[in-house]
């Protein structure tokens, strides 16, 4: 049995290759009970895969995976009782209605409440009548969607599943997975777009080319991060000449850097002490640092 | 102009393969039926006495077509020219619907729609390539009768009867693609026109007029509702008449241009008939493994009961007449003979007997594509939904083989009943009641062998699955079916199922065998539950 503290999702050294393409190589991911965890990484960097492995769908090569304390892969139908899931490609049978592919989902894992189906159809505006073929991508997403939250589940795992809705729905999806998060469920949420995952996760893994490279709450993150100085002045180029100062850019009395978390104070008496007659600091971003790792993997800032 | 020709040469890539399969499939099955004719009536009495017996029985006139006159060709023609035209009419059919309301449906059309073509130019290149490929079907159908060794004009003529019929279909096929909303539904409806084209001819030569020396038969007028029925009256190896083919084909083309006309003036996506609405609910059954499979398969199996029904009417119906003719026909009595070996029952019941068994290969090859949608299910994604609920493989992999063996039982029983009411129509009883319902059942059991083998396919290769199960299925009913007419050896024709169900009503009913073949299939299912469990989901 697991007790309130152990990690719903546990994940240590997953090895996963699909002939020679290593999918995922050594992934380690955990999620606390009750946690919004972001999961992030370009296309292809294996956050479907590791979804998919949690389900039991797949079999790791070498690693091992706990759900719930259970092997999704050995006991898949006692893991899946509490698990909604949303895949990043969602296909439908052609032929049945939106509504009774909801029905058929729902279904399958014990029945839908009412209420809650209702609702969740009236807030994303969606016609369950029309037959699945008809329905646009943007529509197929809202199926699985509503097919997940029309039942309460302990853990929702979601793959980029806002893709294809608009802001609108967008926000209808993200007051959904703030619901469920308050109501104590466990939320793993894999994304490739930061803000969505600023805006709703407290701990974010970030996973390229099948490696988790960071984990931690975004604060934590965050601090690692270089924070970004912009100042306008005569002695600008003097500052910039400080030691604990990076990525220098000098157009004409305009300095632009960035600075450790561990050196602002140093930085700021300086830039105090100094005749500056502009200055403008921005917080550290989540997208620098994704953006660094992103472009690890490409060659390129994207 | 330029941008068409490149759509056309664009849409005969994407059917190279599927396209040269189709010509040469037909040609080389008129060329089969040639050669056997030739071989099998090589006498000209025996060609004249199944053709006079053909001329009085409305039963024969429906299945096969217009007795014209007793030479080798004209025997061909009578006995596989109908065939030929529905098969030219499905190719053209399935060419044009896949190229038109298919690619809209999937939104391939709108890419193609975005360049600066005109807008009816995608369908100018699909009627452009359908035309070309009832041309060289034409050609081929022509070629394969002259190698047979049968009149020059004559083959030339039947090739062009079955490429205008051909034609004519690609007209209707995008006439019916404007109309429905989905590529499913005008492959459906168009297909249905093929038959409906096949069944019209037959019924006006069912009811024709027969010559005085019975050698030839003018068709009721009913048959000029069908395309098939047109091409008929080319009458290829008699008069050799080109006019009904100028006919067709004119109708083809003002068909064609009028669709052109419609396709230029409507919306990308639009169709006459909108896409019904579905039920805002699942009925009862609609959240489990097998409600879902019975939505699924229920189109598909009433389409192979009525193929049983239509074999089964036909086994039926046609059985006196056959036993009439094969009678006073020795060679064809041992051939027919030798499709049920050991026996020397009555040519009635072998006959039925022999097209039963057929039966049996049509209810194997139901329950076969019921486990298949499993396939298709992981392959499409949908799996995946399905397996993330709290629900085992297991019970996925059993709810569709429960399916599928109530599809084989199903086809069985129509088939059956098929065989049942026309015996009793044709006026003849036959046995107690109920005795070919039974006999269809016999194959039950060798037929869920193969449900249970395709559910093994699909748990330890599921990538080639598909090919695998039918490629089973068509080497079982060659071995099975035919081994004894090819002269296969014994061990090699023990290998097929078939081989091991009782031949009723001619052979009693072999009940150890059939226990056998059952726990064979019960343990198969559980071997593929097994493999099931212990693999990836594959794309």
Not at chain 1, 23 to 26: Q, R, S, T, V
Not at chain 1, 159 to 166: K, Q, T
Not at chain 2, 115 to 120: C, D, E, G, M, S
């Given at each position: 049995m697991t007790s309130a503290a152990d990690p719903v999702v546990d994940a240590t050294r997953l090895v996963k290759t699909f002939g020679r393409t290593r999918?995922?190589?050594?992934l380690d991911l955990r999620v606390g009970p009750g946690e919004v965890h972001g999961f992030l990484g370009p296309n292809g960097a294996g956050k479907s895969t590791t979804l998919r492995v949690l389900l039991g769908l797949i079999r790791p090569i070498s690693g091992t995976a706990r759900v719930f304390g259970l092997d999704p892969w050995r006991d898949p139908v006692r893991a899946h009782r509490d698990i909604a899931y949303v895949p990043g490609d969602v296909s439908l049978w052609p032929n049945l209605s939106g509504g009774e592919v909801i029905d058929l989902l729902t279904g399958l894992r014990g029945g839908s409440e009412e209420r809650l189906r209702r609702e969740l159809i009236d807030e994303f505006e969606?016609?369950?009548?029309?037959?699945?073929?008809?329905?646009s991508k943007g529509n197929r997403q809202k199926v699985a969607l509503i097919a997940a939250f029309a039942r309460p589940a302990r853990l929702y795992l979601l793959?980029?599943?806002?893709?294809?809705?608009?802001p609108v729905m967008d926000s209808v999806f993200r007051r959904q997975v703030q619901r469920v998060s308050a109501d104590g469920a466990t939320v793993l949420l894999s994304s490739h777009i930061l803000s969505e995952v600023e805006q709703l996760c407290g701990r974010v893994t970030i996973i390229r080319s099948g490696r988790a490279v960071e984990s931690g709450t975004l604060a934590e993150l965050r601090h690692l991060k270089l924070t970004h100085f912009r100042i306008e002045g005569a002695d600008a180029g003097l500052l910039a000449a400080l030691p604990r100062v990076q990525g220098v850019v000098i157009d004409g009395d305009v300095a632009e850097f960035d600075v450790d978390a561990a050196d602002l104070a140093p930085v700021l008496e300086a830039v105090a002490a100094a005749g500056i007659s502009g200055l403008s600091v921005s917080p550290p971003s989540l997208e620098s640092l994704f953006l660094s790792h992103y472009s690890d993997s490409t060659g390129q800032v994207l | 102009m330029s941008g068409i020709m490149g759509l056309v040469l664009a849409q005969a890539r994407r059917d190279r393969i599927v396209l040269p399969v189709w010509i040469m499939g037909i040609a080389l099955l008129g060329f089969a039926v040639a050669g056997a004719v030739a071989t099998e009536f090589a006498d000209e009495a025996d060609r004249a006495a199944i053709i006079n017996v053909a001329a009085v029985s409305p039963a024969f006139l429906f299945v096969r077509g217009l007795p014209d006159g007793t030479s080798i060709g004209a025997v061909v023609f009578f006995q596989g020219y109908a065939f030929t035209a529905v098969l030219a009419g499905l190719m053209s059919t399935f060419l044009v619907i896949r190229h038109t309301r298919t690619d809209e449906e999937l939104g391939r059309a709108e890419l193609i729609g975005s360049?600066?073509?005109?807008?009816?130019a995608s369908l100018t290149a699909t009627l452009m390539l359908g035309a070309a490929a009832n041309l060289v079907l034409a050609l081929c159908v022509a070629a394969g009768f002259a190698a047979a060794g049968l009149p020059g004009p004559g083959a030339v003529t039947t090739g062009a009867a079955v490429g205008a019929v051909g034609a004519f279909f690609v007209a209707v096929s995008a006439a019916i693609a404007q109309v429905m909303p989905s590529g499913r539904a005008a492959n459906g409806a168009a297909a249905g026109l093929v038959g409906a084209a096949y069944f019209l001819r037959g019924i006006g030569d069912a009811f024709g007029t027969p010559s005085a020396d019975l050698t030839q038969v003018t068709s009721?007028?009913?048959?000029?509702?069908s395309p098939i029925g047109w091409g008929q009256r080319s009458r290829p190896f008699s008069t050799a008449d080109p006019a009904p083919l100028l006919v067709l084909t004119a109708a083809a083309a003002a068909l064609a241009v009028t669709v052109l006309v419609v396709r230029s003036g409507r919306d990308l996506g639009a169709s006459l008939l909108p896409e019904r609405a579905g039920r805002e609910r699942a009925g009862a059954g609609g959240g489990s493994f097998l409600g879902l499979a019975w939505r699924q398969q229920r189109p598909t199996l009433i389409g192979w009961c009525l193929f049983a029904a239509l074999l089964g009417g036909i086994a039926g119906g046609l059985g006196p007449v056959v036993s009439d003719v094969i009678g006073g026909n020795e060679s064809l009595r041992g051939l027919i003979l030798r499709l049920v070996p050991g026996s020397r029952a009555e040519i009635i019941d072998v006959f039925t007997t022999a097209l039963l068994g057929i039966a049996g290969v049509l209810a194997a090859a139901a329950g076969i594509q019921a486990v298949l949608r499993l396939r298709a299910e992981e392959a499409e994604g949908r799996a995946e939904l399905l397996l993330a609920t709290p629900r085992s493989r297991a019970r996925w992999l059993g709810a569709n083989l429960v399916l599928a063996a109530a599809s084989v039982a199903v086809v069985a029983v129509v088939a059956g009943t098929g065989a049942t009411i026309g015996l009793s129509l044709s006026g003849v009883v036959n046995g107690p009641p109920g005795l070919l319902v039974a006999a269809a059942l016999a194959h039950v059991p060798a037929a869920a062998v193969f449900v249970a083998a395709t559910a093994v396919l699909f748990a330890a290769v599921p990538r080639v699955s598909i090919p695998l199960a039918w490629g089973m299925l068509a080497g079982g009913l060659v071995v099975g079916q035919f081994g004894e007419l090819l002269r296969l050896p014994a061990w090699l024709q023990d290998v097929s199922p078939f081989r091991h169900s009782a031949a009723m009503p001619v052979e009693p009913f072999d009940p150890a065998a059939a226990l056998t073949m059952s726990a064979i299939a019960l343990a198969g299912a559980g071997i593929a539950a097994y493999l099931l469990r212990r693999r990836d989901l594959t794309a």
């Open positions: 999918a995922l190589d050594g969606f016609d369950p009548r029309r037959k699945a073929r008809t329905y793959d980029e599943p806002s893709a294809g809705l608009d | 360049v600066p073509i005109p807008r009816a009721g007028w009913v048959s000029l509702l």
